[in-house]
Nanobody, 124 residues
Framework: QVQLVESGGGLVQPGGSLRLSCAAS????????MGWFRQAPGKEREFVAA????????SYADSVKGRFTISRDNAKNTVYLQMNSLKPEETAVYYC?????????????????WGQGTQVTVSS
């Protein structure tokens, strides 16, 4: 079955950077688009970024454009999220998941069950 293991979260000061990783297994990773999502306390999970199966195309939520970069390594079955200029309101649990394409991911349509996510806390 689909397994997704997120890592790389932590405590960072406002304006700082983090790089998240998501190791995937249980499906043909290179055949699926991948996405990152986040859920802040008391809020619904929201789309952050997506990348096509080849890595050639990316999509971002307006709130993170220019600061976050999604990438993938199909040889390692891993997707990454480089986050720069982090803001306190971006404190959340960050999750990854697979989808048919970037558009479906941006609408929250995902293939697998949600993993445990990785906590990102932006605070001074």
């Amino acid at each position: 079955q689909v397994q997704l293991v997120e890592s790389g979260g932590g405590l960072v000061q406002p304006g700082g950077s983090l790089r998240l990783s998501c190791a995937a297994s249980g499906f043909t990773f290179s055949s699926y688009a991948m996405g990152w999502f986040r859920q802040a306390p008391g809020k619904e999970r929201e789309f952050v970024a997506a990348i096509s199966w080849s890595g050639g195309s990316t999509s971002y939520a307006d709130s993170v454009k220019g600061r976050f970069t999604i990438s993938r390594d199909n040889a390692k079955n891993t997707v990454y999220l480089q986050m720069n200029s982090l803001k306190p309101e971006e404190t959340a649990v960050y999750y990854c998941n697979a989808g048919i394409d970037r558009w479906n991911l941006s609408k929250g349509s995902v293939r697998g069950s949600w993993g445990q996510g990785t906590q990102v806390t932006v605070s001074s």
